[in-house]
């Protein structure tokens, strides 16, 4: 995986070689990794994400015309470019143009006027890792193009486009966690969210707490499908229950109103309500940097996604289940490991006293579908979008 300093001399590379010369400006955007709290956030909820190491960065300059051109390094430098001032649609030939795309329609949708520019883009998130690289090519469009066209865009305002962006324009009915904290996220700290008013509290990762992240190797594939029927059936439950979002809704209002929900929606809603419970309790876990709290959250964390939402697959669970082992035979159980993100595939996160991280890395004998051994990241808590 690219460095920080390799990245960027691939992103001015990927420029020069498109576009001739050097860029005026890189915005940089971090993947983000989700401790917990997972489909919580289209249901008004809470969640409790870190931003990582890992980004996109886009490079950006001016054009004198009304073309906006975009090439991306991670797909061979294969190119896509569209007017500035006509309606956008998307590129079928080049899927992730979208994000480029959607964040363009989205600024002008609420009357931002965007220039002519010159865009490279360049990251080393892996991509259907459950990582949000989507979402940071986005909030990383939005960063550049809100400093050329010297928009002055708060982070928020920048998450909120990017967010329509995958919603309005891409089709995945997505809620705000990602967008967010790839623009807010803060070093050393995860965030808890609170997605109905958008405020996000620090809440500062203990010094001697790991974050591993360990790809499965089974990439997302066309998923979006499962998301949006996840959620419309969490919008039916909460019609049902008669409250605005399930963040209304309790076990005992949804005990009462059983007979009026599917047994479908009766396990979604539950996933949802005790998730949101478990996000708090984790939140208050990890600032008093109790491991062992955090490990049982994570651990009933990962049971609900498997058993009520119904989004985790065989091998995921395999490989939580290792990693829950090595953590209580290794560690005493302080720490715990879930699948982290939309589901169907990618990582796992697990946090664990930071003296025991190699040796667990090292323990594992999980295999990916294709007999690699997995991809492990030990990650830190990392800063929001910016400009480098
Ligand atoms: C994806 C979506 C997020 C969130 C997660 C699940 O990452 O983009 O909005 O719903 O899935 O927690």
């Known amino acids: 995986m690219a460095s920080p300093t390799a990245l960027h001399d691939t992103v001015l ?74 309606p956008i649609a998307p590129d079928a030939a080049q899927p992730w143009a979208d994000y480029v795309r959607g964040m363009v329609s989205a600024m002008r949708a609420v009357g931002h006027a965007i220039a002519g520019v010159d865009l490279a883009v360049a990251g080393n998130i892996p991509q ?147 998730e949101n419970a478990r996000t708090l309790q984790a939140a208050e876990a990890l600032r008093a940097g109790d491991l062992v709290s955090l490990g049982e959250l994570f651990a009933a964390s990962h049971a609900s996604m498997r058993d009520d939402f119904a989004i985790t697959l065989p091998p995921i669970d395999a490989l939580v289940a290792e990693l829950q082992a090595l953590i209580g035979g290794s560690c005493d159980g302080r720490g715990g490991a879930r699948m982290t993100g939309g589901g169907f595939g990618g990582a796992v996160v697990a946090v664990v006293p930071k003296d025991y991280a190699a040796a667990i890395t090292h323990a594992l004998t999980y295999r990916t579908p294709a007999g690699a051994a997995p991809l492990v990241m030990v990650e830190q808590a990392g800063p929001g979008a910016g400009l480098v």
């Open 13 to 86: 590379a990927t420029f020069a070689s498109a576009f001739g010369g050097a860029p005026t400006l890189v915005a940089r955007a971090p993947g983000r990794v989700n401790l917990i709290g997972e489909h919580t956030d289209y249901n008004d909820g809470f969640v409790l994400p870190a931003a990582i190491g890992v980004a996109t960065l886009v490079a950006a300059r001016p054009r004198a015309d009304r073309w906006i051109h975009v090439t991306a390094a991670d797909f061979s430098g294969a190119t896509s470019s569209f007017a500035r001032d006509e």
């Open 128 to 274: 259907g890792s459950g990582l949000s690289s989507s979402a940071s090519l986005a909030v990383a469009v939005g960063t550049a193009l809100s400093a050329l066209n010297g928009l002055d865009l708060s982070p928020t305002a920048i998450a909120l486009l990017a967010q329509s962006c995958e919603c309005d324009f891409v089709g995945t009915r997505c809620g705000i966690m990602d967008q967010l904290v790839s623009a807010r996220g803060r070093s050393g700290h995860a965030l808890l969210i609170d997605c109905r008013s958008l405020a996000c509290q620090p809440v500062p990762i203990p010094e001697d707490m790991a974050i591993l992240i360990v790809h499965s190797g089974v990439v997302r594939g066309l998923v979006e499908g499962h998301y949006n029927e996840r959620r419309a059936s969490c919008e039916a439950a909460a019609a049902k229950l008669g409250v605005a979002a399930l963040r209304d809704a309790d076990l005992p209002l949804l005990e009462d109103a059983r007979g009026h929900l599917s047994t479908v929606e009766h396990a979604r809603a539950r996933h949802v309500i005790t």
